[in-house]
């Protein structure tokens, strides 16, 4: 009508629906550089997200195939996680089921082993946005660079899990129906108002016990000693040396947080950064891959591009120059 003021009109929620052949790329676009995944298993990566943008937060559907993480949550954000699968998931060292959520505030260390098939709900939230939904509810702030597992009810967390999950099924299959004034606007508040119940009762839920943060360190702290001698061999007694722990404790940390042993680990990440030199490399195929391979410690050719080709299915030659980038992007 004349004279009538009238609100100005919100765009619709943005919804990204993307899929991957490459563990690299869904990293990249999941995360950025704060992490780093790291394979499980050999043969093709298949890996999916959906992901709406709600304002101040995004909330994401992931589901991916078995890998390591390794990194860090973005300082300016916090990572609430649900798992709604039960392949046995360890996160920072605990064991991550479907009735827990895990907050993750920023500077988080984020080390995990999905070790099966993983379908899990991701919501980030950006620090301000999640400072106000703390205080609304009355919980207590979460310090900068902590991390808390929640363990639920078993109720709570299905709710959660089935409302989020349905959520993102709707807008994967039908994006366009975000666009609807108000959808969007009402699902922001559902995820807020299931998540303060939750918060509500985050003091009945003791934090992360002194010794895992020790233990995050040290496995950390040995994918240090990797990066700056990554042209040599590391050896236990040195690895050691460096991290000022026994073999036997080293072998534990290791054992909690990726539940393989730390030569284990150190190989795959190995193989890993010379899987990424490759792809960014330009040259002529057999000089090229020996030089990398021997610039990353590896002083044994032949058993070199046999270890490779078991994790990647093909031969150190036939990655150079591939672009890692590797996307299949379906954005609405």
């Known amino acids: 009508m004349p004279g009538m003021a009238t609100a100005p009109e919100q765009p ?9 052949d490459d563990m690299d790329a869904m990293a990249q676009a999941l995360i950025g550089d704060n992490a780093e995944f790291v394979p499980l298993r050999s043969g093709p990566f298949r890996g999916r997200f959906c992901e709406i943008d709600l304002g ?4 994401k559907r992931i589901f991916h195939a078995p890998f390591l993480i390794h990194g860090a949550v973005r300082s300016d954000h916090v990572s609430l996680q649900l798992v709604r699968s039960t392949g046995g998931l360890t996160l920072n060292g605990e064991a991550f089921g479907a009735s827990d959520l895990a907050i993750l505030a920023g500077g988080a260390p984020v080390q995990a082993i999905c070790p099966a098939e993983e379908d899990r709900i991701g919501i980030i939230f950006r620090a301000e946005a999640f400072e106000r939904l703390i ?34 099924d709707l807008a994967d299959s039908l994006p366009d129906l975000l666009a609807v004034p108000g959808l969007d606007r009402a699902m922001a508040d559902e995820c807020r108002r299931l998540l303060a119940g939750v918060l509500c009762d985050e003091d009945e839920h003791p ?11 040290r496995v950390a702290g040995a994918d240090g000693f990797l990066r700056a001698h990554i042209d040599r061999p590391v050896y236990t007694d040195e690895l050691c040396a460096a991290l000022h722990v026994s073999a036997r404790a080293l072998h534990q940390d290791f054992a909690a947080v990726y539940g393989v042993s730390p030569h284990g680990y150190l190989r795959r990440r190995r193989l890993l950064l010379v899987r990424r030199a490759l792809q960014s490399a330009r040259g002529d195929g057999p000089v090229l891959v020996k030089s990398v391979a021997l610039a990353h410690g590896f002083w044994h050719l032949g058993r070199f591009a046999r270890d490779y080709a078991a994790m990647f299915r093909e031969m150190p030659s036939e990655t150079v120059g591939r672009d890692r980038r590797r996307v299949d992007p379906i954005i609405a």
């Open 12 to 20: 619709p929620a943005m919804v990204r629906s993307m899929r991957f």
């Open 135 to 168: 205080e609304s509810c009355g919980a207590q702030l979460f310090p900068r660079g902590s991390h808390r597992m929640l363990r639920l009810q078993e109720s709570q967390a299905g709710t959660l899990a089935r409302t989020f999950a349905a959520m993102t």
């Open 207 to 217: 934090a992360l016990p002194r010794q895992t943060g020790d233990m995050l360190r």
């Open 56 to 59: 101040g937060f995004a909330l």
